[in-house]
């Protein structure tokens, strides 16, 4: 199978759409993605539309899902 991945390492303003995403930044936006994933360092503000969704402990999130 093919994974196509886009992870945000710094900060990003607009919308991000892949199958899978994965952030350890701040972004600002909307997060489109089959498989979402929020590290502990991610800093969401914005809505997250997902199939599945991981959120670690310290990651922060604003937004509706």
Do not use: M, N, P, Q
Not at 17 to 42: D, E, P, Q
Not at 47 to 53: A, K, L, P, W, Y
């Amino acid at each position: 199978s093919i994974d196509w991945t886009f992870a945000v390492s710094r900060r990003d303003d607009g919308e991000v759409t892949a199958y899978a995403v994965v952030i350890h930044a701040r972004i600002v936006g909307r997060v489109r993605g089959w498989k979402v994933r929020l590290t502990s360092t991610a800093r969401v503000e914005g809505d997250i539309c997902h199939r599945t969704i991981a959120i670690e402990s310290g990651a922060h999130f604003d937004g509706a899902v």
